[in-house]
């Protein structure tokens, strides 16, 4: 974790408050989000959100991507950048839209896209796992549940086909 803030609302814990007190012979980041299967936990890819509050679609220093870049060569998986911005511009409110970069394993322009392509392309990359997942049984029945999120789940016989072709 950076020692110097950048932003107003960098997370706060004790355990950062205490790790940025500490000399320059360490040094950590945090990782944003792994998408994984919801049913045997495979890393799909691995994405750095960045509030893109000013419209600057600005990338972050090597040093920073690095960690990132080093867990996607390990695991064999993408690693995006991902901006996005919320209604108003505001911490706390609704996303609004969505830019992603893809930074490995080569790097790509950066496209803005709507929320429901975005959930298409989470949604893809599970599917493109299923075929080698060791649960699909377990995804079945998670996305066969009745419940509230599932409400919702429009393209749902997708991998309902798909795991209905299981060898």
């Known amino acids: 974790m950076a020692r110097n803030e ?12 205490w790790h940025r007190s500490l000399h320059n012979g360490i ?5 944003d989000k792994i998408a994984q299967c919801p049913a045997c936990g495979k890393c799909l890819f691995i994405g750095d959100l960045i509030f893109n509050k ?11 991507k690095k960690a990132y870049l080093e867990i996607s060569i390990a695991l064999q998986i993408p690693y995006f950048e991902i901006y996005y911005t919320t209604v108003g511009k505001a911490d706390n409110a609704p996303l609004e839209r969505l830019s992603v970069r893809r930074i490995a394993p080569s790097q790509g322009d950066l496209y803005h896209i709507s929320l429901d392509k975005w959930l298409q392309y989470l949604e893809f990359k599970v599917q493109e796992h299923i ?30 086909k798909l795991l209905s072709n299981r060898s």
């Open 27 to 31: 040094a950590m980041t945090d990782i």
């Open 6 to 17: 950048q932003y107003l609302k960098v997370l706060k814990t004790p355990y950062s408050k």
């Open 54 to 64: 000013y419209d600057q679609y600005k990338t972050k220093a090597f040093f920073t």
């Open 131 to 160: 075929p080698v997942c060791q649960s699909k049984s377990y995804l079945l029945e998670r996305i066969l549940e009745d419940n509230e999120h599932n409400k919702n789940f429009t393209r749902r016989n997708d991998y309902v």
